[in-house]
């Protein structure tokens, strides 16, 4: 069990490590969370609405009605309709059609607009339309009946608390990811745990060093994490380079500040590291981790580094 907890914590450094590189991973993130924080705000304005269905009232308290759902009960006259021409966000050109119903509430017609309406042969009956009353723009009627049922508000409560785990999630993964990035991509392991590990080593030889963090900005501050690397120490500095690629870059050490000991989640198990802020070759205070094959390696480049820069 405990080996499979650290194995589960090196993966989530791994893909906290991919998140945190990957720029379409980072762009679909902020578009899920700008189209939930979006869907919610529409769903709050839904929940909050009156979706009650009221009588249709008499002709004189229609206008009291805007945007309330309502029932009217009537018939759709064969003549009096109205097309207007109007836009959509002032950009796109909307053919509207409106058609008279008169209904018991009244002796003047409600406009209707002829749109989720029955087949106009079935129009001759006399039927009950349920829909939105309206108030018109430009050239359509004052007050016209669009043709809906009132939204589903448990359906609109689902979403909505979809729409809040999407943002949750999304918050604490990049919390998360911003707690990993600080620790260098090297996710802490109690020594208990380590200790507990079964994890076999002898099947995949360990790394006799692996370094976690930044380059610094030589090298465009990129950030690696695993990386095989070798150690060279002279009086005035330390270097870490790739192990296979002496000459791809390096990490200068010229004065450790301080030092902590402590055991890491990798591919290859619990391993014992360093957690360095040193002093590079431009004496800017970094951080970095080194992790080691046993615990004897980290004691030994501890032990070189308390002389160099001194």
Excluded: C
């Excluded at 906290?16 to 769903?43: C, D, E, M, Q």
């Amino acid at each position: 069990m405990a080996d499979v907890i650290i194995r589960f914590m090196n993966r989530l450094s791994v893909v906290s490590y991919f998140a945190g590189r990957n720029r379409p991973v980072k762009t679909i993130a902020l578009t899920l969370l700008i189209a939930a924080f979006g869907a919610l705000f529409v769903v709050r304005g839904i929940l909050d609405s009156d979706t009650t269905i009221y009588p249709l009232p008499p002709v004189s308290l229609r206008s009291t009605m805007a945007n309330r759902y309502v029932r009217a009960t009537g018939t759709f006259l064969s003549d009096g309709a109205v097309e207007v021409q109007s836009r959509i966000l002032g950009v796109i050109n909307r053919a509207m059609r409106f058609i008279p119903f008169m209904t018991n509430a009244g002796a003047e017609p409600l406009m209707v607009l002829d749109e989720n309406l029955p087949p106009a042969g079935e129009r001759i009956q006399t039927m009950t339309l349920v829909g939105l009353m309206q108030r018109g723009e430009s050239r359509q009627p004052s007050l016209f009946l669009g043709v809906m049922n009132p939204p589903s508000k448990p359906q609109y409560r689902i979403a909505g608390l979809i729409a809040a785990l999407i943002i949750g999630g999304i918050l604490v993964a990049v919390t998360l990811n911003w707690l990993v990035r600080s620790a260098d991509y090297a996710i802490g392991v109690p020594q208990l745990l380590a200790d507990l590990s079964k994890r076999s080593r002898k099947a995949k030889p360990v790394p006799f060093l692996l370094w976690f963090g930044s380059l610094g900005a030589a090298y465009g501050s990129v950030v690696l994490r695993h990386v095989p690397v070798s150690f060279r120490a002279i009086p005035a500095e330390a270097r870490l380079v790739p192990a296979n690629q002496r000459d791809g870059w390096s990490v200068i050490i010229h004065r450790t500040r301080t030092a902590r000991l402590l055991t890491i989640a990798t591919s290859h198990g619990a391993l014992p590291a360093v957690h360095l802020e040193f002093e590079d070759e431009r004496g800017i205070t970094r951080n970095g981790t080194v992790a080691a094959s046993d615990l004897s390696v980290i004691d030994s480049l501890l032990n070189v580094l308390r002389y160099v820069g001194q």
